[in-house]
């Protein structure tokens, strides 16, 4: 048998072949892991590059032009990527979000929505289906986006001051082209919008209440800012907790300004927590990923770009459903060991750090963000 050659950038994350039961039960739409949490959401990340190199990221140093991203040949085709996706629709999954890297590089991405607006979910309801992006194609791509069945976009931004947006990004890319994109996904419907800050003490906290007051005066409610710890997430970044802006300061930040009351939850398993301003001029959400762990209700898991399944952002080990898919699988095989990878799923990292024992002398390398998405 002739030896396959597998690129190197494919061995860079463990992965486990994983096992198909001996029993085939079909899918109920009603999975849960080891802690009662189903399995409500997928993120599928259909590219690995990002024309960014933001520091808390993708780092310039560290990614450079040299840099040994997966070939095209690893990445799941967008038939494999449906394939999937319908599987995990059966298990009980309601909403896809596709992310990067930045996914609107990855090559007629819209021919991949159209694909997975068809989908259904068992009672025959369609899915809610976002993206996630830099907003830097946005402007030209939002309209066929919204025609090929995207529902609504989140957009990355941190900073209103082009200055600091420029060396955040580290391209020397301007901040009005990203505005010019979410207004273009305003017009074309790509609603509710939501911009996601990551906060980066003594980097851009200055521009909180900036960025809450340009959101408030010119979106009218229409597009919801949301205020994200900056994270431990891979070994890339230089995470130290000193660099970590509390919600609760960014949340009194905004509050003295613009004064703050809590709102519920729009769905359990909800990331951000919710504030809309006294006023009645919209919301904002708070996304405490590090000082307030939300593992109890984590309904999420995420799908890389050559198809290993993650069960948590901070994951060190992947599944290659990409072997079941290449290697001659049924889909009743293949559903079979999703419902069992997730049965098995006991991940609580963000817990476990809060309790100092996120550190379990692995000594594996947790996967970077832009490999399988925020």
């Given at each position: 048998m002739a030896e396959r050659a597998i690129p190197i950038a494919d061995l860079r994350y463990a992965a486990a072949t994983p096992r198909i039961?001996?029993?085939?039960?079909?899918?109920?739409?009603?999975?849960?892991?080891?802690?009662?949490?189903?399995?409500?959401?997928?993120?599928?990340?259909v590219t690995d590059r990002c024309n960014f190199r933001c520091s808390y990221c993708m780092p310039k140093e560290i990614f450079t032009n040299d840099?040994?991203?997966?070939?095209?040949?690893?990445?799941?085709?967008f038939e494999e990527i449906t394939r999937l996706a319908r599987l995990f629709v059966a298990h009980g999954?309601?909403?896809?979000?596709?992310?990067?890297?930045?996914?609107?590089?990855?090559?007629?991405?819209?021919?991949?929505?159209?694909?997975?607006?068809?989908?259904?979910?068992?009672?025959?309801?369609?899915?809610?289906?976002?993206?996630?992006?830099?907003?830097?194609?946005?402007?030209?791509?939002?309209?066929?986006?919204?025609?090929?069945?995207?529902?609504?976009?989140?957009?990355?931004?941190?900073?209103?001051?082009?200055?600091?947006?420029?060396?955040?990004?580290?391209?020397?890319?301007?901040?009005?082209?990203?505005?010019?994109?979410?207004?273009?996904?305003?017009?074309?419907?790509?609603?509710?919008?939501?911009?996601?800050?990551?906060?980066?003490?003594?980097?851009?906290?200055?521009?909180?209440?900036?960025?809450?007051?340009w959101f408030r005066e010119h979106y009218d409610g229409q597009v919801i800012l949301r205020f994200i710890e900056f994270m431990d997430?891979?070994?890339?970044?230089?995470?130290?907790?000193?660099?970590v802006l509390p919600s609760a300061q960014v949340r009194e930040r905004i509050h003295e300004v613009f004064p703050l009351e809590p709102l519920e939850p729009n769905a359990t398993g909800e990331t951000a927590e919710r504030w809309r301003y006294r006023d009645g001029a919209?919301?904002?959400?708070?996304?405490?990923?590090v000082t307030q762990a939300f593992c109890g209700d984590c309904n999420r898991a995420r799908l890389s770009t050559e198809g290993r399944l993650y069960l948590c952002l901070f994951a060190s080990q992947g599944q290659d459903l990409r072997a079941l898919l290449r290697g001659g699988a049924s889909d009743e095989q293949i559903a079979a060991a999703i419902g069992l990878i997730w049965q098995e799923r006991g991940d609580r990292y963000s817990e476990l750090r809060g309790a100092m024992q996120a550190d379990t002398g692995t000594g594996q390398r947790r996967v970077e963000m832009h490999y399988i998405g925020g």
């Open positions: 039961p001996e029993q085939l039960t079909p899918p109920s739409g009603l999975l849960s892991d080891r802690l009662g949490r189903p399995l409500h959401d997928l993120r599928i990340s840099y040994g991203f997966l070939p095209q040949s690893s990445l799941l085709s999954v309601h909403k896809l979000r596709l992310t990067g890297g930045e996914p609107l590089l990855r090559k007629n991405v819209e021919t991949l929505i159209a694909m997975l607006s068809e989908l259904r979910t068992p009672d025959g309801q369609p899915l809610d289906l976002t993206l996630t992006t830099n907003a830097t194609l946005l402007a030209r791509k939002a309209q066929a986006l919204k025609d090929a069945g995207l529902k609504r976009v989140t957009v990355s931004l941190d900073a209103l001051d082009d200055a600091v947006f420029r060396r955040m990004n580290d391209v020397d890319f301007p901040v009005a082209e990203v505005l010019a994109g979410i207004e273009e996904a305003r017009r074309v419907g790509l609603g509710p919008i939501k911009v996601n800050m990551v906060v980066k003490r003594g980097t851009n906290d200055h521009e909180i209440v900036p960025m809450a007051r997430v891979g070994a890339s970044n230089g995470w130290r907790m000193d660099d919209g919301e904002v959400g708070l996304i405490s990923s």
